[in-house]
């Protein structure tokens, strides 16, 4: 069986991200869907808050599993049994990140393959912190997360407040 891990902050997670776990899921037997916290980014959900919106969002999903992991990739790929781990990329800048990424995951274990899947053409411009900047100044989400992300991000906004306001 091979299984794939598929790692983010999915802060919230995005039509991007979704386009990356449909088709990753057809690379693999099963994939699991790695949801961690990145100490360089400041969430706007918690760890739990984000792994029930990523399983509500792949509920459909044949063969995917979601699953909240606090180490490195390297280990949370053995511990699950991984032999391939699947990156979204949407541009040069992204590919730049995620070379040096994979060179240093190699060098922890190199019976991991690191897969690249570009993202559609059109979803390769939207990024989590964009959708949450967008919608903390008040500006339509709808074409970047489904409609429950939406609304989680909209509830979220109007607890934490506007700034400025």
Do not use: W
Request: charged residues 25%; proline residues 2%; glycine residues 10%.
């Amino acid at each position: 069986m091979r299984v794939g891990v598929y790692p983010g902050t999915f802060d919230p997670i995005t039509r991007g991200h979704m386009d990356v776990i449909e088709r990753g899921a057809r690379l693999v037997d099963r994939l699991i869907i790695g949801v961690t916290t990145n100490l360089s980014k400041s969430p706007m959900f918690t760890t739990d808050e984000r792994l029930a919106m990523v399983a509500r969002e792949c509920a459909g999903i044949e063969g995917v599993s979601v699953v909240g992991f606090d180490l490195l990739l390297m280990d949370f790929a053995k511990q699950q049994g991984a032999s391939i781990v699947i990156r979204g990329v949407r541009g040069v800048t992204d590919f730049e990140y995620e070379y040096q990424l994979t060179g240093m995951n190699r060098q922890l274990d190199d019976r991991i393959e690191t897969v690249f899947l570009m993202a559609d053409v059109a979803l390769q411009p939207i990024a989590s912190r964009l959708v949450k900047e967008i919608a903390f100044y008040g500006g339509a989400i709808d074409k970047f997360v489904s409609s429950n992300v939406a609304a989680d991000v909209a509830a979220r906004v109007k607890q934490i407040g506007r700034k400025g306001s």
